[in-house]
């Protein structure tokens, strides 16, 4: 009798544990892969209006698309044509308008029969006018951290003009634009020119030192690129960086793992491929001034000389030449990057001022008032030692 009543109670219990009361098919779930953030411009309200104002209740609709500041565009594949059984596009592409980002997504259910998931998001592009928009971009930072749904491995990136267009581009050899750049991404240890800068570090340091980098991505129809950044400060957009100043500040940051850079030596000219093994940043006091100190080495290999000059690469007065003309050109170049940054942006993108708030906290006491006009009369000191550790062969 109790064996029978524990099993009644079990299968009870079962009951009401088993299932999935909230599951969605597969079919009508809307894996968003790509999310594109644009400011509404005057010329979409206008058409708004035109369209609104063929409805019955125009009017009214009218009124309520005045006060749209955002165009989202979400992108999400056709699972139906990746498993064999639809036809069509290979990705949906759908773009709605709203007051915030979540008023936009609300929307967008009225349009689309899927449930957005946005759990293997891999991009976020956000366009240059929204990022420049103080208010704006405070809004969107606040609304992704608040996303239980979006990871901080997700690429975050900024565009010249209209975010829409880079999700709209197909490159080549997968039309989904959103895994081709995060394949991009994946090539960071090749080239300095791409940032190490995900979403996790771009929210960290914007709370940490109210600055920080995002890469710049630009797209044309059927082409993509990622190279150099935007520099971010009192959360908006200031301006750009270069491909060769990105790579600059990547090797101030202390996070390359090789750049290719060529100097002339003898009159020959000299590629060679650098691997930074090490970079030490020290901020200090000295007769009541910031300085900032950067001891940067690096070492490498020549990778190509000229033809049928067998042992000038091999001579070592010629490799010394190579170390010292390296020294020096990477010195020149990372010193003006560092002053475009200190004085022309006036952002302190390799947190100087995090690195006395940790290490030198009765320095920062004194400082963190007036740090903002304190970091771009700072005086910097840069050493770089370059070593040359191989040749290449030749056959």
Not at 46 to 65: C, F, I, P, V
Not at 197 to 209: F, N, P, T, W
Request: hydrophobic residues 40%.
């Amino acid at each position: 009798m109790a064996k029978g009543k524990m099993g009644i109670l079990i299968l009870g219990v079962i009951c009401f544990l088993s299932g999935c009361w909230d599951k969605v098919e597969i079919d009508k779930q809307a894996f968003v892969l790509g999310i594109a953030i644009d400011k509404f411009e005057k010329e979409e309200k206008a058409q708004q209006k035109a369209d609104l104002e063929m409805e019955s209740n125009g009017a009214r609709e009218t009124e309520e698309s005045a006060r749209n500041r955002y165009s989202v565009t979400f992108t999400y594949p056709n699972t139906g044509l990746i498993a064999g059984k639809g036809e069509g596009d290979p990705n949906f592409i759908f773009t709605s308008v709203g007051e915030n980002l979540n008023d936009v997504r609300k929307l967008l259910t009225s349009r689309i029969d899927s449930n957005l998931y946005f759990g293997h998001t891999k991009l976020i592009v956000i366009g240059e006018e929204a990022a420049k928009d103080t208010v704006m971009l405070r809004e969107i930072f606040d609304a992704i951290e608040r996303s239980p749904s979006l990871g901080r491995k997700i690429d975050l990136m900024i565009t010249r003009g209209k975010a829409k267009e880079v999700l709209s581009c197909s490159p080549p050899p997968t039309p989904a634009v959103a895994l081709f750049i995060r394949d991009l991404m994946m090539q960071q240890s090749r080239t300095a020119r791409i940032p190490d800068a995900d979403l996790g570090y771009i929210l960290r340091s914007m709370h940490e030192s109210n600055t920080a980098i995002a890469p710049r991505i630009i797209c044309s129809e059927d082409d993509v690129k990622v190279a150099g950044c935007a520099v971010l400060k009192d959360f908006k957009m200031l301006g750009w960086l270069g491909e060769l100043e990105t790579r600059n500040l990547m090797i101030l940051m202390n996070k390359t793992r090789s750049i290719q850079i060529a100097v002339k030596v003898d009159g020959v000219e000299t590629g060679c491929e650098l691997r930074q093994s090490l970079g030490k940043m020290k901020v200090f006091e000295r007769d009541g001034e910031i300085v900032i100190s950067f001891a940067i080495e690096m070492e490498g290999e020549v990778e190509q000389h000229m033809f049928e000059i067998r042992q000038g690469a091999y001579i070592d007065k010629f490799i010394k030449n190579v170390e010292t003309q390296l020294a020096q050109e990477l010195k020149a170049q990372i010193e003006s990057t560092f002053i475009k940054i200190q004085k022309e942006y006036g952002a302190d993108l390799v947190q100087a001022g995090e690195y006395l708030r940790k290490f030198q906290p009765d320095i920062w006491e004194k400082v963190k008032d007036n740090w903002d006009e304190i970091f771009p009369n700072a005086e910097v000191e840069i050493t770089v030692k370059a070593a040359i550790r191989r040749v290449g062969t030749v056959r």
